[in-house]
Nanobody
Framework: QVQLVDSGGGLVQPGGSLRLSCAAS????????MAWYRQAPGKQRELVAH???????NYADSVKGRFTISRDNTKNTAYLQMNSLKIEDTAVYYC??????????????WGQGTQVTVSS
């Protein structure tokens, strides 16, 4: 049974930081490309960042220089360190275990999501 458990969201002031975690079970974690998506109210879900099985990373332009994605294959866990948070980062953040081929990421298994609210 595949399970991705997202955690670490919360309420933070603009300029603050949060670290999201995604704990995976039921999959061979190390072979998957791990990604974080987010969905704000009234908007489509968007890809925020991904990290391949080889450790290559990529970020949406809106979060470059502020967010860092990482993974620990010994703990079957992916992380998203979010610094310098802005009000527009407010969204539900979802972890995904998918595949990456020819510069294209295909979503696979989803976490349940964790709410991030940036507000003063």
């Amino acid at each position: 049974q595949v399970q991705l458990v997202d955690s670490g969201g919360g309420l933070v002031q603009p300029g603050g930081s949060l670290r999201l975690s995604c704990a995976a079970s039921g999959i061979i974690f190390s072979i998957y490309t791990m990604a974080w998506y987010r969905q704000a109210p009234g908007k489509q879900r968007e890809l925020v960042a991904h990290i391949t099985s080889g450790g290559s990373t990529n970020y949406a332009d809106s979060v470059k220089g502020r967010f860092t994605i990482s993974r620990d294959n010994t703990k079957n866990t992916a992380y998203l360190q979010m610094n310098s948070l802005k009000i527009e980062d407010t969204a539900v953040y979802y972890c995904n275990a998918g595949t990456y081929y020819r510069n294209s990421i295909s979503p696979g298994y989803w976490g349940q999501g964790t709410q991030v609210t940036v507000s003063s």
